[in-house]
């Protein structure tokens, strides 16, 4: 597609659950950033990915947080055992390259909701 | 790490105001950027700030890079109601790859 695209667009789980994020990065797009944002507040950087390799992951929250890209493309967010405070939205971006580019397309994101 | 602080917090204006919102941070930026997100979207931007001193527009927005590299502006004239939406500083350092800091967002309110 043209743009970052991510899904599901809505989720409801049950705490305790494991659940997936995903993200369709721009193709050719060899950066690719996880960012979470809770209600009423700015984008928290979690992990990014250059090619299938993650250089910077100092953003998860916990070893519950994983994630992965294959074929330098579409990348997964996984959460193990939710917790309550998981709950938010989590945004992928992508970007030309990582280093020295700025220009991060943003995804529509996933509202995570922990029950 | 580093911390971004954005305000206001909120700002409510009648259609055809300026408006003015800013952010400053403890340690020094490469580049500074300005975002805006609608409701359900994510954030798309506005604006990139390159080197200090810098100052931009994009039509009815400008925006400045503080001379300091400890702050930034974004300027809106004559807001019409497409506005709304949140708006988001956001800074970058060169050794991080593109990743960005961003500020807590100020929530743009236009009364037509």
């Known amino acids: 597609g043209a743009g970052v695209s991510q899904s599901p667009s809505n989720k409801v789980t049950e705490k305790g659950k494991d659940v997936e994020l995903r993200c369709d990065p721009i193709?050719?797009?060899?950066?690719l950033y996880w960012y979470r944002q809770s209600l009423g507040q700015g984008l928290e950087f979690l992990i990014y990915?250059?090619?299938?390799?993650?250089?910077?992951k100092s953003g998860l929250p916990s070893d519950r947080f994983s994630a992965e890209r294959t074929g330098g493309s579409v990348s997964t967010l996984t959460i193990q055992r939710t917790q309550q405070e998981d709950s938010a939205v989590y945004l992928c971006?992508?970007?030309?390259?990582?280093?020295?580019?700025?220009?991060?397309?943003f995804g529509q994101g996933t509202r995570l909701t922990v029950v | 790490g580093q911390q971004l602080n954005q305000s206001p917090q909120s700002m409510f204006i009648q259609e055809g105001e300026d408006v003015s919102m800013n952010c400053t941070s403890s340690?020094?930026?490469?580049?500074w950027l300005w975002y805006k997100q609608d409701p359900g979207e994510g954030p798309v931007l506005l604006i990139a700030?390159?080197?200090?001193?810098e100052l931009t527009s994009n039509g009815r927005l400008t925006a400045q890079f503080g001379i300091t590299r400890k702050d930034s502006f974004l300027n809106i004239s004559a807001s019409i109601p497409s506005d709304v939406g949140i708006y988001f500083c956001?800074?970058?350092?060169?050794?991080?790859?593109?990743?960005?800091?961003f500020g807590d967002g100020t929530t743009l309110t236009v009364k037509p």
């Open positions: 971006a992508s970007s030309l390259y990582g280093r020295g580019n700025t220009e991060a397309f």
């Open positions: 193709s050719g797009h060899t950066a």
């Open positions: 990915f250059q090619g299938n390799s993650a250089p910077d």
């Open positions: 340690s020094i930026f490469n580049t």
């Open positions: 700030l390159y080197k200090a001193g």
């Open positions: 956001a800074g970058q350092l060169w050794t991080n790859a593109g990743k960005s800091t």
